[in-house]
């Protein structure tokens, strides 16, 4: 059985490649992307922890999380279709409205 | 004195209230229910208040009579500050019960006398309301003199002493729309108040006086510490009792302030004989005698009252020459015999100068309301004409378009064969003024010349020489009046008043001739009755007259001396009475008929008036004293006046002080906190946070890239920053 390190390897490069994901790319679409491999790294540890620790509580955090994230998805998805729609764009740069 | 005191003295000493609220009484009923009641009515109630006044006066006296020490009667508390107690108090004695009778016992006759005459007026102007007014304010003119006459100190006095001031001002101003210009009545009542208010400031001065070195007002207090402060502080004294004088010289119509007096004639004549001849005018003599402890103490004082109460009355017995009005002359002959009072009080023979106030009251009353029974006639003898086209032209051609005056004795005459019963009581009022035996004025004239001839020789001259002058002016009123033949066609129908009228005239006629035997010599009867209240003056007065008697001629006190009167002095006056009507009928008669020879164009209205040239025009004129006071004072007040109003108070006050230095100041400052202050510091304030705020928001906003990532890369590097802290923390 592998060490947990591993495990926690892996979702430290998985939750560093979505944040530099969000910060680097200008598509709303990859920026959404990157957000659910952060969640899902998130995920990944909390798994890591539970079999780690035997405690399931590690678990059922996972299953909030996926809950959730499918609600974000539902609610980013509209406003990206919506903005879409309304700029005929995705490109992040410009929706810059709420600039001072 | 408290009240059960009072009651242990018995008699009617409790009543003396009423003097004072049973005209209030009638005057309250006329105002209030006049409007309904009939003229009669509304007469015969206020005569009777009056009336029933006189009844309580009567009461007093007959109580007074067996009790004659002074009594007070407490009303109610008026005044108390600090250690100065004044109550209402009503003092009862032989004084001023004196002035009770002569007010209520002529007032009610004079009430009487005036619902036939009002009666006339209401008929001529038309306007019934005028009836009530008259009566209303005669019964508060009864109500203001019992006021002044019962109360037991200075300042209760003064209050009655304003009270007919009061009086006085309104029913002068009776007919206020009528006089010259239709404002010349409203005037003289002004004239009339205003004259008395110098003398009134006289009267506070000498209370407030009294208060300080007395402490008091009252007439007991300031009579028992009298002789003390006069030693203590004769200049105190002197300065109340010259004060005092001033106030007199303002009621009683005396030098320099006897100038309101002729023009209060212009009130109706009843208020005439009321107010300006029988009873407020003689207030002052009264008040004197009321001080009797004071200016006995002051001898100067005295000598100054004596002094001007001589030289008016013989100053106004020669205007009263020169009068032609009717009630002119009544009015200067008040003020002369008012003279005569003054000084007899001056000198200190105050039962002479009550004694003369008396009878004066009698026949001063008798001849003015015999002159309105006069005048009235004449105007129904004008009425008459009037209503006669052929009497009419007749007086248009004699007279001339012009208003008849029917006060005008120079339209008179031959009224003795019209008004009988006027025309007799006339000529015993006459005869009374003039001073002829067994008259009123004889006695109580005499016995003034009698103790001036003692006490103060000059004041003597100048009143034998006045006396001269009264009956001379008297008999030339008459002879104008009453004989001859009528100068006019008014006078020629003139018609006798109606009973309401002359009735009255004959009680005062009665009155006039027998009010000598108040005061006969031996008896002094008068004097006595007096002497209860007057006693220590009296006396004293009586020892100066038996020192200087006896100084001068005490041998030969025989044959003229009849029991106090001085056959001297008496046969003296007498036999110039009789002069001076010898040869007022001369000149009036005989003289007036030679003249009448003369072309019209040169004959003169009155026989003086050739005879004595530029005198009798100055005599006409009255010196010119009007004219002269009114270049030296009231123009100059006026001068003054301007002056304040224009200069002090417009230039000064108004445009300088307001207008420049309040407003401009004010004005100056609102520029300084609106401009400077409030634009430049507060607004400064205000805008600066507001510019630095703008600055400030101008640089944040620039956080504010909306760029999604900027915030993102925020939100990692704020956990980055938390996530270091807590794991730096940790180790």
Same mark, same amino acid.
């Given at each position: 059985m592998?060490?947990?390190?591993y495990?926690?390897?892996?979702?430290?490069?998985?939750?560093?490649?979505g944040?530099?994901?969000?910060l680097i790319r200008r598509?709303?679409?990859?920026?959404?992307m990157?957000i659910e491999l952060?969640?899902n790294?998130?995920?990944?540890?909390?798994?890591?922890f539970?079999?780690?620790h035997?405690?399931?509580?590690?678990q059922?955090?996972?299953?909030?999380?996926?809950?959730v994230?499918?609600?974000?998805?539902a609610?980013?998805?509209?406003l990206?279709?919506?903005l879409?729609?309304?700029?005929?764009?995705v490109?992040?740069?410009?929706?810059?409205?709420?600039?001072? | 004195m408290?009240?059960?005191e009072?009651?242990?003295?018995?008699?009617?000493f409790?009543?003396?209230?009423?003097?004072?609220f049973?005209?209030v009484?009638g005057?309250?009923?006329n105002m209030?229910?006049?409007?309904r009641?009939?003229?009669?009515a509304?007469?015969w109630?206020?005569?009777?208040?009056?009336?029933?006044t006189?009844v309580?006066?009567v009461?007093?006296a007959?109580?007074?009579?067996?009790?004659?020490?002074?009594?007070?009667?407490?009303?109610? /508390?008026?005044?108390?500050i600090?250690?100065?107690?004044?109550p209402?108090a009503?003092?009862?004695?032989?004084?001023?019960?004196t002035?009770?009778?002569?007010v209520?016992g002529?007032?009610?006759?004079?009430h009487i006398?005036a619902i036939?005459?009002?009666h006339? #007026?209401?008929?001529?102007?038309? #306007?019934?309301?005028? $009836?009530r007014r008259?009566?209303?304010?005669?019964?508060?003119?009864?109500?203001?003199?019992?006021?002044?006459?019962?109360?037991?100190?200075y300042?209760?006095l003064?209050v009655?002493?304003?009270?007919?001031?009061?009086?006085?001002y309104?029913?002068?101003g009776?007919?206020y729309?009528?006089?010259? /210009?239709?404002?010349?009545?409203?005037l003289?009542?002004?004239?009339?108040?205003?004259?008395?208010?110098i003398? #009134?400031f006289?009267?506070l001065?000498?209370?407030?006086l009294?208060f300080q $070195?007395?402490?008091?007002?009252?007439?007991?207090?300031?009579?028992?510490?009298?002789p003390?402060v006069a030693a203590?502080?004769?200049?105190a004294v002197?300065a109340?009792?010259?004060f005092?004088?001033?106030?007199?010289?303002g009621k009683? *119509?005396?030098?320099?302030?006897?100038?309101?007096?002729p023009?209060?004639?212009?009130?109706?004549?009843?208020v005439s004989?009321?107010i300006? *001849?029988a009873?407020?005018?003689t +207030?002052?003599?009264?008040l004197?005698?009321?001080?009797?402890a004071? $200016?006995?103490?002051?001898?100067?004082?005295?000598?100054?009252?004596?002094?001007?109460g001589?030289?008016t009355?013989?100053?106004?017995?020669?205007?009263?020459?020169?009068?032609?009005?009717?009630?002119k002359?009544l009015?200067?002959?008040?003020?002369s015999?008012?003279g005569?009072?003054?000084a007899a009080?001056?000198?200190?023979?105050?039962t002479?100068?009550?004694?003369?106030?008396?009878?004066?009251?009698?026949?001063?009353?008798l001849?003015?309301?015999?002159?309105?029974?006069?005048?009235q006639?004449?105007?129904r003898g004008?009425?008459?004409v009037?209503? /006669?086209?052929?009497?009419?032209?007749?007086?248009?051609?004699?007279?001339?378009?012009?208003h008849?005056?029917?006060?005008?004795?120079?339209?008179?005459?031959g009224?003795?064969k019209?008004m009988?019963?006027?025309?007799?009581?006339?000529l015993?009022?006459?005869? +009374?003024?003039?001073?002829?035996?067994?008259?009123?004025?004889?006695w109580?004239k005499?016995?003034?010349l009698?103790?001036s001839?003692?006490?103060?020789?000059?004041v003597?001259?100048?009143?034998?020489i006045a006396?001269?002058?009264?009956?001379?002016?008297?008999t030339r009123?008459?002879?104008?009046?009453?004989?001859?033949e009528?100068k006019?066609?008014?006078?020629?129908?003139?018609q006798?008043?109606?009973a309401?009228?002359?009735?009255?005239l004959l009680?005062l006629?009665g009155?006039s001739?027998?009010?000598?035997?108040?005061n006969?010599?031996?008896?002094?009867?008068?004097?006595e009755?007096?002497?209860h209240?007057?006693?220590?003056a009296e006396h004293?007065v009586?020892g100066?007259?038996?020192?200087?008697a006896?100084?001068?001629?005490?041998?030969?006190? +025989?044959? $003229?001396?009849l029991?106090?009167l #001085?056959?001297?002095v008496?046969?003296f006056?007498?036999?110039?009475?009789?002069?001076?009507?010898?040869?007022?009928?001369?000149?009036?008669?005989r003289r007036?008929?030679?003249?009448?020879?003369?072309p019209?164009?040169?004959?003169?209205?009155d026989?003086?008036?050739?005879?004595?040239?530029?005198?009798?025009?100055?005599?006409?004129n009255?010196?010119?004293?009007?004219?002269?006071y009114?270049?030296?004072?009231?123009?100059?007040?006026?001068?003054v006046?301007?002056?304040?109003a224009?200069?002090v108070d417009?230039d000064f006050?108004?445009?300088?002080f307001h207008d420049?230095v309040?407003a401009?100041?004010?004005?100056?400052?609102?520029?300084?906190?609106?401009?400077?202050?409030?634009?430049?510091?507060? /607004?400064?304030?205000?805008?600066?946070l507001a510019?630095?705020?703008q600055?400030?928001?101008?640089?944040?906003?620039r956080l504010q890239?909306?760029?999604?990532r900027?915030?993102?890369?925020a939100?990692?590097?704020?956990?980055?920053?938390?996530?270091?802290?807590?794991?730096?923390r940790?180790?």
């Amino acid at each position: 059985m592998l060490p947990v390190t591993y495990y926690l390897a892996l979702s430290a490069v998985l939750f560093i490649m979505g944040a530099l994901g969000v910060l680097i790319r200008r598509n709303l679409i990859i920026m959404f992307m990157s957000i659910e491999l952060m969640l899902n790294a998130a995920n990944l540890a909390f798994v890591a922890f539970a079999r780690f620790h035997q405690a399931v509580s590690g678990q059922i955090f996972v299953f909030f999380v996926m809950t959730v994230a499918a609600a974000e998805v539902a609610v980013g998805l509209a406003l990206i279709v919506t903005l879409f729609r309304t700029r005929h764009s995705v490109d992040v740069d410009d929706v810059t409205l709420l600039n001072g | 004195m408290n009240l059960s005191e009072v009651t242990s003295v018995g008699g009617f000493f409790s009543l003396v209230p009423l003097v004072v609220f049973l005209p209030v009484l009638g005057l309250l009923i006329n105002m209030i229910f006049g409007g309904r009641m009939s003229e009669k009515a509304i007469g015969w109630t206020a005569s009777l208040a009056s009336g029933a006044t006189f009844v309580v006066a009567v009461l007093l006296a007959t109580s007074l009579a067996g009790h004659p020490e002074a009594v007070t009667i407490p009303f109610l /508390d008026w005044i108390n500050i600090g250690t100065l107690e004044l109550p209402w108090a009503f003092r009862v004695d032989t004084l001023s019960v004196t002035m009770m009778l002569v007010v209520g016992g002529v007032g009610t006759l004079i009430h009487i006398y005036a619902i036939g005459y009002m009666h006339e #007026d209401v008929r001529h102007h038309n #306007d019934p309301s005028r $009836y009530r007014r008259f009566f209303v304010f005669f019964n508060l003119f009864i109500a203001m003199m019992m006021i002044l006459v019962s109360a037991d100190n200075y300042l209760m006095l003064f209050v009655g002493w304003e009270g007919v001031g009061l009086c006085s001002y309104l029913l002068i101003g009776f007919w206020y729309d009528k006089g010259k /210009d239709g404002i010349g009545n409203a005037l003289a009542g002004k004239k009339a108040f205003i004259t008395n208010r110098i003398g #009134d400031f006289g009267f506070l001065i000498a209370a407030f006086l009294m208060f300080q $070195y007395f402490g008091s007002f009252n007439f007991d207090v300031i009579n028992e510490m009298a002789p003390a402060v006069a030693a203590a502080a004769p200049a105190a004294v002197m300065a109340m009792t010259m004060f005092m004088l001033l106030g007199v010289t303002g009621k009683s *119509a005396q030098l320099p302030l006897f100038v309101w007096l002729p023009d209060a004639m212009a009130g109706p004549t009843p208020v005439s004989a009321l107010i300006h *001849a029988a009873t407020m005018v003689t +207030a002052g003599v009264y008040l004197v005698a009321r001080s009797f402890a004071l $200016y006995s103490l002051v001898p100067a004082a005295q000598n100054w009252v004596a002094i001007v109460g001589g030289v008016t009355a013989l100053l106004a017995a020669t205007i009263a020459v020169g009068q032609f009005d009717i009630k002119k002359v009544l009015a200067y002959s008040t003020v002369s015999q008012l003279g005569f009072m003054v000084a007899a009080v001056g000198m200190g023979a105050f039962t002479a100068g009550m004694f003369h106030l008396v009878t004066h009251a009698f026949f001063k009353g008798l001849l003015f309301l015999s002159s309105g029974s006069v005048i009235q006639g004449m105007e129904r003898g004008e009425h008459h004409v009037e209503h /006669d086209p052929n009497l009419k032209r007749k007086m248009k051609q004699e007279h001339g378009a012009g208003h008849f005056d029917p006060q005008d004795m120079r339209t008179m005459g031959g009224l003795r064969k019209r008004m009988k019963i006027t025309f007799w009581v006339y000529l015993i009022g006459s005869l +009374a003024l003039g001073g002829i035996f067994p008259l009123a004025g004889f006695w109580s004239k005499d016995e003034i010349l009698l103790e001036s001839m003692h006490l103060h020789p000059t004041v003597y001259v100048l009143l034998t020489i006045a006396a001269f002058f009264t009956a001379f002016y008297m008999t030339r009123q008459v002879v104008m009046v009453f004989f001859g033949e009528p100068k006019s066609e008014p006078a020629a129908h003139a018609q006798e008043s109606p009973a309401v009228m002359t009735v009255p005239l004959l009680v005062l006629a009665g009155l006039s001739t027998l009010g000598g035997l108040l005061n006969l010599p031996y008896l002094h009867t008068f004097k006595e009755w007096l002497g209860h209240t007057l006693g220590e003056a009296e006396h004293a007065v009586e020892g100066a007259v038996e020192g200087l008697a006896e100084g001068a001629a005490h041998a030969s006190t +025989a044959w $003229y001396d009849l029991g106090g009167l #001085d056959l001297r002095v008496a046969l003296f006056s007498t036999v110039l009475a009789l002069l001076a009507i010898a040869l007022g009928w001369w000149m009036y008669t005989r003289r007036m008929e030679e003249l009448q020879s003369l072309p019209l164009a040169k004959r003169p209205d009155d026989p003086l008036r050739k005879i004595l040239g530029p005198v009798f025009k100055v005599f006409e004129n009255k010196y010119w004293l009007d004219e002269i006071y009114k270049a030296l004072l009231l123009d100059r007040y006026v001068d003054v006046a301007n002056f304040l109003a224009q200069k002090v108070d417009w230039d000064f006050w108004h445009d300088w002080f307001h207008d420049k230095v309040l407003a401009g100041g004010f004005r100056g400052l609102t520029w300084v906190l609106a401009k400077p202050f409030d634009l430049g510091i507060i /607004d400064g304030i205000a805008n600066g946070l507001a510019t630095g705020m703008q600055g400030l928001a101008g640089q944040m906003r620039r956080l504010q890239t909306g760029f999604v990532r900027n915030y993102a890369l925020a939100v990692f590097l704020g956990v980055v920053v938390i996530l270091g802290y807590l794991v730096l923390r940790m180790i």
